[in-house]
């Protein structure tokens, strides 16, 4: 049973400190999505990959975030400095491309963080 | 912009009974639209999805969802709630570029309580 994964599952750290998200995309998908969900704004699409290159990264903070896809099997997110307000759980989806009939996208179990 | 509107906040149905779960999109050109389902400290299970032909689509745990493109509206429905229904319900919609979907636009999501 082919899945998203990501780790970690859960993170507290401190404000100012880095925190590096991964995920693990299901095997043969070639589009990566990361998205943020918080109880005030709801799920929200930071930034997303295909082929391995950025096509849209402008639900991101661009001065503290940064999304990147070292490898095919690999997509990290990573927050520095961290601030209370990036406190929310970060989703990583995959999706294989192609035809619309069969691009959906699959998500991963997410990554708690709490900033203190 | 696209966005999408979930007007129900909380519904509470009694075990048994049937649901209507609402959405309302708004998207220029064709839109691709989305039912996930989220329990408690999980990630996002795609129930359905609707892309084109037949407006009424199928999806997992018996339900279906309507496209109806005059009222901008894609409903979840299911016939008969069973207690593991209870969870929170996501409609979204969303584009394709070239290579596949884009990034997908949330609702605020419906929470289903089920009464025994």
């Known amino acids: 049973d082919a899945r998203v994964t990501q780790t970690p599952r859960h993170k507290v750290t401190e404000m100012g400190q880095e925190v590096t998200m991964r995920c693990q995309p299901i095997l043969g998908h070639n589009t990566v999505f990361w998205y943020r969900q918080t109880m005030m704004q709801g799920l929200e699409l930071l930034a997303y990959f295909r082929n391995r290159a950025p096509l849209d990264d402008s639900g991101m903070p661009k001065d503290r975030f940064s999304a990147e896809m070292p490898d095919a099997t690999l997509a990290t997110l990573k927050i520095q400095p961290s601030e209370p307000r990036d406190s929310a759980v970060y989703f990583c989806?995959?999706?294989?491309?192609?035809?619309?009939?069969?691009?959906?996208?699959?998500f991963g179990p997410g990554t708690r963080l709490t900033v203190l | 912009a696209q966005s999408v509107t979930q007007p129900d906040i909380h519904i509470t149905v009694s075990e048994g009974a049937s649901l209507e779960l609402r959405c309302n999109y708004s998207y220029g050109a064709t839109p691709y639209l989305f039912w996930y389902v989220q329990s408690p400290g999980q990630g996002l299970q795609l129930l359905l999805k609707y892309f084109s032909g037949d407006t009424l689509v199928q999806g997992i745990k018996g339900f279906e969802a309507e496209f109806k493109r005059s009222q901008s509206s894609f409903n979840l429905r299911k016939p008969s709630v069973h207690w593991s229904d209870a969870a929170e319900y996501f409609c979204a919609v969303g584009s394709l570029s070239g290579g596949g979907a884009d990034g997908l636009t949330f609702g605020k999501g419906t929470h289903l309580i089920i009464q025994p």
């Open positions: 989806a995959s999706g294989p491309g192609g035809s619309s009939s069969t691009d959906t996208q699959y």
